[in-house]
């Protein structure tokens, strides 16, 4: 059970306590393995409804069972359906805190550790996101980090040499709509690139070169040129809405070290592809809230650390009947379904 200790204060009047004391924030590669899974929960839209929340739960419950043991979970946005702020009969209709209990009981029941990202619709409601970040980083098993938002950076120790950091996890919030007074779906801006090439410099300078991967809510731009012109694995049954506003996030992460970028958001897509050397990828919508015509389920990354101490990746999905699914169709390049802008681009209309 979640121990919950240490200071207490309150959102939008109430009460919450802070899980202060005994909190292990130690990421590991599996001594006995040597490898470390993740499962990524993307776009659960929980507060929709009472059903809607007992289905997506479910959900979960099947993936980290078929998946145990698991070392960690990714939350890559909305988590929250914030706008069902004020609707009767859901958990969000007095506060969208009081949807915190049910979004995390799968996490705690399988006692594992998440680091959340927010997406688009989490801030919908009547908590800013400093209040949702504070609020979840209350429970003991939340690594979420950041100070007004969710971009910040976590590291997975070596199994072979224990205070030897061997993967970098980076986290960023991909914004909300028509920054930069462009109009479309934002990206991630150019004053958290600023801090990544920074806060890369310092890590790099006192660890050297890691395996790098990063997660966010937003596809990249650069996602279009993947599924246009390149070999893909995996279903485009929606209207990619990438980030309008290219900020150069992709270039930074190729000439760094991020190997591997996961996202949701596109509720119908969860192909994977290689985009010179860096691997994009969706992941498969979780929530049975908002629209969706895919079997839900959740992506799961695997990273092991080699004998040499490099590392490697590798991912398939888990769906809600328990199945595992490591092949997936084939799509190459060609223009008979290409898309050429991120859906709502410029005021353009949707592909």
Known sequence: KQRMAGRCFVVVGLLVCAALAARDTTLRFNSTTHKFKVVQFTDCHYGESLEKDLQTQKVMYTVLEAEWPVDFVWLSGDWLAGYMWHNSGTCAEDTVANCWPTMTKPLIDYNVRWAYVFGNHDDQGDLTKAQMLKLDQTYELSLTGGIDTTTYVLQVLSAANPTD??????????????????????GVSASQLDWYRYTEKQLVAKHGHLYSTAVQHYPLMEILNLWNWHTTHGYNNDSISCSAYNTGEYSFFQQGDVK?????HDHDCDFIGDYYGVTLAYGRKSGYGNYGSMTHGARIVEFTENDDLSVTMNTWLREETGVKVTEQPEHKANTDDAQYWCCEAEDLPCP
């Open 260 to 264: 591997s970028v996961y996202f949701g």
């Open 165 to 186: 950091p061997r993967v970098n996890m980076w986290f960023f919030d991909s914004g909300d709509m028509s920054c930069n007074n462009i109009p479309g779906y934002c």
